[in-house]
């Protein structure tokens, strides 16, 4: 098998294989694709993509997290998965960790080969429509003239935000968050909150390529964080109720305890679709 690493030059010479929201997301500092290739030919047989996880915290090892994994056959799989561990470019790394809906047979199995546990559970992430968003019991009066709409500032203040948010360790759900641009972001639904001219909080929604709106971040700081938060979400409900349709799907992530919390009291019962985890602990002996 020939490795190849996948690149926003290369990426649509495999795109009649690879998920179109890759295509997009290969483009960020630290989402990293490899693929495999047959011997004799062109052909696709193993591919991998990975996030980079905990990067600019010296205090814990870095982490990654495999997003999409495509073997053909259990031997390239492996290698592929192997190839990941050793092309890594930080020596810290700790874990290698994963959330998929499904593996094939031959994908399993080579996650089994390459030394990764695997069990059932539920995921992470919550679907709901705009429709089922825009029914909260959320007041309808319009939110406070400090929150605004991503499409009302300045490329520079959101930098100058989006730094600060980082700076209070606060990267959502994207460690390379300093490095995207706000045209990731839709710019009607996203929004902000804006006192004496800076950004103190931010709801950031991506659309993906599915069509699927992320939310990628929801932070404000204090005082009147929890004010601020529930100020913004009443927003971007609203913006979305106006602008986009009722079936418009949007995920919410589980992945802290506060969001956890707030996912749980905002749609009490709500659960996620049967997925499979796995993790192998790094060592540094290959």
Not at 50 to 70: A, C, G, H, Q, S
Request: charged content about 25%; proline content about 5%; some cysteine.
């Amino acid at each position: 098998m020939k490795l190849r690493e996948i690149t926003e030059e290369n990426i649509k010479t495999y795109s009649d294989i690879i998920p179109p929201d890759f295509v997009v997301e290969i483009r960020r500092e630290y989402c990293r694709g490899l693929a495999g290739l047959s011997d004799d030919s062109e052909e696709l047989t193993a591919a991998v993509f990975w996030d980079l996880k905990n990067t600019e915290d010296e205090n814990v090892p870095t982490e990654i997290e495999i997003l999409w994994f495509y073997a053909v056959n259990p031997e390239d799989g492996a290698g592929i998965l192997q190839a990941l561990e050793l092309n890594t470019e930080y020596d810290d790394t700790g874990r290698i960790f994963f959330e998929l809906p499904g593996l094939s047979e031959a994908e399993e199995q080579a996650m089994t080969t390459a030394g990764y546990s695997i069990q059932s559970a539920e995921s992470r992430d919550v679907y709901v429509t705009v429709g089922e968003m825009a029914a909260l019991k959320l007041s309808k009066a319009p939110p406070p003239d400090y929150v605004r709409p991503l499409s009302e500032i300045t490329s520079r203040n959101f930098k100058t935000g989006i730094m600060t948010s980082v700076f209070h360790g606060k990267y959502g759900l994207l460690d390379d968050l300093p490095f995207l641009p706000m045209t990731r972001y839709d710019p009607e639904v996203s929004c902000c909150v804006q006192t004496d001219d800076k950004l103190n909080g931010f709801l950031l929604v991506h659309r993906m390529e599915s069509g699927v709106y992320r939310v990628e971040l929801f932070y404000a700081m204090e005082p009147d964080a929890n004010v601020n938060l529930l100020n913004m979400l009443r927003f971007s409900v609203q913006a979305a109720a106006t602008h986009k349709s009722q079936d418009d799907r949007i995920l919410l992530r589980r992945h802290n305890k506060a969001t956890l919390q707030l996912i749980g009291k905002l749609f009490p019962g709500r659960k996620g679709e049967n997925v499979l985890r796995g993790e192998r602990r790094v060592t540094n002996d290959l």
